[in-house]
């Protein structure tokens, strides 16, 4: 009688658990092979039948780099969404494409950088400086709202299988990491205790704790002094025991050889000690070069075998529960076809997700939305008719598109002539099209200003001399100002529509443009989302993700990361458009605000109720935003922060009931230790479509409901 082999082998029984795999499969391993699983780029062992693998992909809005995929908006312009359940949606898209993609280029044995199931996104990063030129990969400025769609993306991304992954998230860039550029892999931060804990660590904790990452991508910067990489504080004590983190850690790419480079950190004086600082402090797996120094780091004593087998073990649990040593028949996920890329089921949630991410700024006495009345329309602007614009980075290729001039044209019809100009370049100084520009506008019922900047202007840090990678300044490049303000010489009507990832400084485009459309990088769709808002097909429910001061004035030195006079929590300049901020063409009536007691115990939850109701005309979505303020704190605290947020679709003449729990450790502040506290005293809850701040009301001219309670009893610590 034959014996069946595979029962003798354990790590090849699916009946053991995945860590009994692990273990064995690990113990079958020389120590070189060990040692060689920890780089990104990870080699077949053939003899214990492991494939090579490649652990880095990117899928920040749709998966990137690896050809045909639906794009959605960038980040910035999915975090202006507010909508969690919209960003679960995306992310569940995402990685089903992931996964028709990857076990597709399985099929035809391509297995290099972009074709794997470990994907590090989402970039949580808190936009703290409107000059960071990665701003636009993050969810904005504020911490709660991070939180909130990191968790959503995490899950969506992950999968709801018991068993298995469906793809592996890697939130990043942890910690403490938001520019600028040029010095990130050399800057030391030093900050208080507060505002790490109260602003740089609560959506990374949220993503780990409530998300169940199963990946955290290391940042290139130095916090207190010791790399992130290599720092015990935030690998072993935060994220692993404060926070139960029981996955894996990988660098981002280079962030090793940083600790010794020149250049760099400095912080050791040798390749294969960068190596042994960042694997014994937690750092699995280097994206880079600098774990081939392993073996010198092992021979000199600096590292041990323990040491190399708890990195190892943690990257085949990982692969172990994408499924990849089992039976594809036994992974749901396996059996996705390749069909479902692309597919116009997805081209419908990019174009859903582009209206939702679109912020009316300004519509002066309801100047929008347009009529398809209009005779003639002028088209103008470098960013009209541009595909590249659409994609911002981290992205995929779509196989379909629409700019806004197509989407202009396709939702007119051929009743209204359209005229196009480019006008200029997105940058430089050239007036060449100048004249036909005027001349178009000049002669059309209506004009369509399409401009704002590009990756040519704002993106990770290359070394390329025509590209920027922060942004040198906040407003719109001179050539297209300059060409907008002959526009609006000789025809007022003009709408302008911006294209960009981060926050533009146009104060005077404020003052006298009747009409202007925040689009962020809209994605493959965005050109007929921003049409449908355009000519009132869709009501506009954005809101701003992150402040746009008036002023690069207004803002703190770049490199200071104390939260000092940054964000709305801590703004002390009044901003040209406040976060949270958005229009609508409807209108909306909040009224009946109760709370379920004025007076509670310290650790209570307080339930929160109100009405809103449509008074307008028009069928819209409606962005709810419920802040706290406490009145009584005996530390520095935000002037007030965002607690809870739901967006909802309501008919016209509709009320609807809503609700919401403030939890205790909401109303916790962080004291000067780090520590959550829950201090007795008073506090305010706001209630409304923005922010209870005064540069919101006098925008919007509607008014926040208010009410007050009391926390009564001792102090307590809560659970950070």
Known sequence: MKVNQNKLIKYKDISLSFEERVDDLVSRMTLREKMSQMRFKAPAISRLGIPKYNWWNECLHGVAGAGTATVFPQAIGLGATFNQ?????????????????????????????????????????????????????TYGEDPFLTGRMGVAFVKGLQGDDPKYFKVISTPKHYAVHSGPEQERHRMNIKISNKDLYETYLPHFKECVKEGKAHSIMCAYNRVYDVPACGSSFLQEKILREDWGFEGYIVSDCGAVMDFNRPLGHKYTNRFYKSAAEAVKNGCDLNCGFTYRWLPIAYKKGLITEKDINQAVKRLFLARFKLGMFD??????????????????????????????????LKNENNFLPLSKDIKSIAVIGPNADDMNVLLANYHG????????LQGI????????????????????RSKKGFSEATEIANKADMVIVVMGISQLFEREEFPFPWADDDRKFLELPQIQQKLLKELYRVNKSLILVLLNGSPMAINWEHEKI???????????????????????????????????????????????????????????EEPLYPFGYGLSYAKFDYSNLKLNSKNIKAGQDLEVSFN??????V????????????LKASVRIPRHRLVGIKRINIEPGEKKSISFTITARQMGLINSKGKCVL??????????????????????????????????????????
Request: proline residues 6%.
């Open 612 to 617: 809103v109701q449509n008074l307008g005309d």
């Open 514 to 572: 009747p009409a202007i459309i925040e689009a962020w990088y809209p994605g493959e769709m965005g050109g007929k989302a921003i049409a449908e808002v355009i000519f009132g097909e869709y009501s506009p429910a954005g809101r701003l993700p992150i402040t746009f001061v008036k002023s690069e004035e207004d803002l703190p030195p770049f490199m200071d990361y104390r939260m000092k006079g940054r964000t709305y929590r801590y703004l002390e």
């Open 397 to 404: 290729m779509f196989s379909k598109y629409v700019t806004p």
């Open 85 to 137: 359940e919209l960003i679960f949606k995306i992310a569940q898209v995402i990685s089903t494409e992931a996964r028709a993609k990857h076990h597709e280029f399985e099929r035809n044995n391509v297995r290099d950088r972009f074709k794997g199931l470990t994907f590090w996104s989402p970039n949580i990063n808190i936009f703290r400086d409107p000059r960071w030129g990665r701003g636009q990969e």
């Open 619 to 630: 069928a819209s979505d409606e962005v709810i935003q419920l802040y706290l303020k406490d």
């Open 679 to 720: 201090e007795s005293g008073q506090f305010k809850v706001f209630i409304g479509g923005s922010q209870p701040d005064s540069r919101s009301q006098e925008l919007l001219g509607t008014q926040i409901l208010e009410e007050s309670f009391e926390v009564i009893g001792n102090k307590i610590e809560l659970e950070y």
């Open 327 to 360: 039976p594809p028949e036994l992974v749901k996920y396996q059996q996705i076809p390749y069909e479902v890329n692309d597919c116009e089921e997805h081209r419908k949630l990019a174009l859903e997700a582009a209206r939702q991410s679109i912020v009316l």
């Open 409 to 428: 044209k396709n939702i007119i019809g051929n009743k209204t002539e359209i005229l196009y100009a480019k006008g200029c370049k997105i940058k430089g």
